[in-house]
T-cell receptor, first 114, second 118 residues
Framework: AQSVTQLGSHVSVSEGALVLLRCNYS??????LFWYVQYPNQGLQLLLK??????LVKGINGFEAEFKKSETSFHLTKPSAHMSDAAEYFC????????????FGEGTQLTVNP | DAGITQSPRHKVTETGTPVTLRCHQT?????MYWYRQDPGHGLRLIHY???????DKGEVSDGYSVSRSKTEDFLLTLESATSSQTSVYFC?????????????????FGNGTRLTVT
């Protein structure tokens, strides 16, 4: 079985501050990890994915995430928040045993204050 | 939006009535999925399809059925709607056979259907 835990259902930062959204996973086999973003009244869009090629993954809109096996984590960061980053963010996991089916975390709502 | 259209976008229905949601894709992708999104639960997989007439259950399949008679269409049916099925429903597609690895192909999502069961 695989699962994802996102720490903090709501995160609030000031514009220009560091964004850190936490994701921890559980998987009995090597995981594939994803971050998605959802803007209001829209579907989810892929931000980045970890596929074991490199532990530091760069995504769109200046986001990146680092895979840390020892900590079973895949936290999402961005050095400087923009107002346009306000959205809900989802971490997800798949593996060779789950095939292409993703298991999602509960989501983190990011608020960016001016 | 990766050529995915969900219909209707909004629907209000009464308890006990059947409801069918439609997902249409123009990408010719083999895999299609139905998820529901609820506060505090993220997205949970209802059913998925890995080809025409090939479907399987996800983690929250009770009360739902699906059909896929053509590559481009994946239908989700609530056989007798209940208030607990009030949710936002998302269709997604993927093409694992085209990815570097068949297990890390990302999903592409439609814009969702907001269903209210009164």
């Amino acid at each position: 079985a695989q699962s994802v835990t996102q720490l903090g259902s709501h995160v609030s930062v000031s514009e220009g501050a560091l964004v850190l959204l936490r994701c921890n996973y559980s998987s009995s086999v090597p995981p594939y990890l994803f971050w998605y973003v959802q803007y209001p009244n829209q579907g989810l869009q892929l931000l980045l994915k970890y596929t074991s090629a490199a532990t530091l993954v760069k995504g769109i809109n200046g986001f990146e995430a680092e895979f840390k096996k020892s900590e079973t984590s895949f936290h999402l960061t961005k050095p400087s928040a923009h107002m346009s980053d306000a959205a809900e963010y989802f971490c997800a996991v798949s593996s060779e045993t789950s095939g292409s089916r993703l298991t999602f975390g509960e989501g983190t709502q990011l608020t960016v204050n001016p | 939006d990766a050529g995915i259209t969900q219909s209707p976008r909004h629907k209000v229905t009464e308890t006990g009535t059947p409801v069918t949601l439609r997902c249409h894709q123009t990408e010719n992708h083999r895999y299609m999925y139905w998820y529901r999104q609820d506060p505090g639960h993220g997205l949970r997989l209802i059913h998925y399809s890995y080809g025409v007439k090939d479907t399987d259950k996800g983690e929250v399949s009770d009360g739902y059925s699906v059909s896929r008679s053509k590559t481009e269409d994946f239908l989700l049916t609530l056989e007798s709607a209940t208030s607990s099925q009030t949710s936002v429903y998302f269709c997604a597609i993927s093409a694992p056979e085209m990815a570097q690895s068949s297990y890390n192909s990302p999903l592409h999502f439609g814009n969702g259907t907001r269903l209210t069961v009164t």
